[in-house]
């Protein structure tokens, strides 16, 4: 019954009254996604109103907001960002665009949550990220929207790994057949599509904050593109290995067209041997350990996650010979920062927040450092060099 009510909550939840200085969000394009990464969310925060949306598409745009709530109908993107009563915009926008949007919003003084990735390459990432707008006092916030990364149980996660003692990492994302066609901008190159685009990003983002570090170099990256002359270098499935500075290894994979089973997203991180302190042992005997760390469900935890750790011990003799071996496993949950402890424990949140919902709630509290955005599109870039599909186009705007 807790998943059911929980996953219920998720989409029926509360609605208190909103605040009288609320933040009023504006919405560029009628994204699938903007439901679920916004409007959702937004109704549970009373001090969030979602004011007014714009889509190519005025008609569009029109059902669109009679759909979900949303108080007024743009004409244009411009039009919400030159309006004074609207504070924030959200940019769900096809990623070849995000770069643009973004620009012009900041420019506008508008705060932005922006859609991952947040540009189309590194390139657009250094310009976007220094302008000089960033750096005037009362500088708008401008926040890359890695929902995962405001969960409870990622940051518990994290909380239980240590980047020096990481051997190596893997990690996995996928998206079924059924859920995914040509006809979608994920398969649009001049929109900046593929699938490190759009789930490999999680799993290039994981295996950067685990470690700590950018990677000193991709060494492999073996994706499968479409030929057919029309959707050319956008890889529907890839894997790719990376090599980081403490001499570790992350292999990230993902693929559009997965089985037709959806199976959620996972890390595993394996930490280098170390010799375990035993008083109880003979002479000459020494106790080492191996140890797996495991986050079942990492993109969308709130459906449902689980922290296992297993231990994998020897006691071994000074020649070297196995005496003892054994396992021994854990497991955890978080779905709320009281259940995650610890310094998180004080943070507000329920149990059917979903990752939106936290990341809503941190916008303006929880800063994600600009180099941070810049690094994950460079190790973007690097996987499509190596792939040899090359880095997603960069925008015409300046």
Known sequence: MGLISRIYGCFHPPTPPKSSDAIRFGVLGAADIAPLALFKPAKTHPE??????SARDRKKAEEYAKTHGVLEVKDTYQEILDDPNIDAVFIPLPNGLHFEWAVRA???????????????NSTEAEILFSLPELDQPDEPVLLEAFHNRFYPSWALFRSLVKP??????????????WASNKNQ?????????????????YNFAALRLLFGDSPEECVSCDAKAFTDGIHDKCDYEFEATFRFPNGGIGIASSTLMGEAIIKPSWVTVYIKEAIIPNDTLSAGQTQY?????????LVHGVFWH???????????TKEGAVIRKWEETSSRKA????????EFANLPGETYWMSYRHQLEQFTQYWVEREDSIAQMKMVDMAYEKSGLGPR??????
Request: overall charge positive; proline content about 3%; hydrophobic content about 40%.
């Open 106 to 120: 900041i420019r506008a003084g508008k705060h932005v949550l922006l859609e991952k990735p947040c540009t189309s």
């Open 335 to 342: 779905y709320t920062w009281k259940e995650a402890g610890g």
């Open 164 to 177: 020096a003692e990481i051997e190596r990492i893997e990690t996995r994302s996928m998206i079924p057949w």
């Open 185 to 201: 901008i994920h398969f649009n190159y001049n929109l900046s599509g593929g699938a490190i685009m759009a789930m490999g990003t």
């Open 48 to 53: 969030v109103i979602v004011q007014a949306i």
């Open 289 to 297: 350990q191996e140890r797996e760390l495991t986050l079942q469900g």
């Open 393 to 398: 186009p960069t925008s015409w705007f300046r």
């Open 306 to 316: 689980r922290i296992d750790v297993k231990e994998i011990n020897e006691i071994r």
